[in-house]
Every structure is written in C-alpha cells, then in structure tokens.
C-alpha cells in the first residue's frame, strides 16, 4: 500500500507564489507516474500536471508558463511550483500516483486559496 503525504498549501495573495510537495511511502512495486489534480468548490476534479519516472511532463493549458512540476532523484516526491497564482486557482490539490502495475494512489488534499 502507498501513501501520499502533501504538505504545502495555504493562503497566498494573488500573483504569489507555493510549491506543493507529496511524498509517497510504504510498499509499492515503483512508482511510474506522479502528478497532481485539484477540485474547487462546486467543480469536478481536473488534471493540473503530471511527470512520468522518465521526466515526461503534462500540464493544463490553463496553467501553462506558471506551474513547473518536478520529481525528486529517488522518484517518490513530486513537487509542483505555483508561481503568479490567480484567484481560480484556489482548489483543494490531490496528490497522484499510479504504480507499474497501474493502480492508483490518491492523497488526502491540501487547501490553496489565493486572495485577490
């Protein structure tokens, strides 16, 4: 079983900044790939960017140039970088992770709210 552990969210005025980080523990087959989701008041969750064990990155449009995701050298930390944050982007972000044999691991969510 994995765990996500997040840490990094909180309140930060418009046009700041946050990195987001998500730790993944416990036993697992390897991780391939890691990346995260958010959910604001009254929508759907939406994919926000994901990087695979070889580097490869996807990011929302709606993100684009603003948010940079990472992974550590061991491969089970996975970072993202929030940088001129916009009031929509305020949303709980859900840590990802799916392993080699293609089952998913989600983490308990941490609030970003960002003040205008």
């Known amino acids: 079983q994995v765990q996500l552990v997040e840490s990094g969210g909180g309140l930060v005025q418009a046009g700041g900044s946050l990195r987001l980080s998500c730790a993944a523990a416990?036993?697992?087959?390897?991780?391939?790939?890691m990346g995260w989701y958010r959910q604001a008041p009254g929508k759907q969750r939406e994919l926000v960017a994901t990087i695979t064990s070889g580097g490869r990155t996807n990011i929302t449009d709606s993100v684009k140039g603003r948010f940079t995701i990472s992974r550590d050298k061991a491969k089970t930390t996975v970072f993202l970088r929030m940088n001129s944050l916009k009031d929509e982007d305020t949303a709980v972000y859900y840590c990802h992770a799916m392993d080699w044999a293609r089952v998913s691991f989600w983490g308990q969510g941490t609030q970003v709210t960002v003040s205008s």
């Open positions: 416990g036993t697992m087959s390897g991780i391939d790939v």
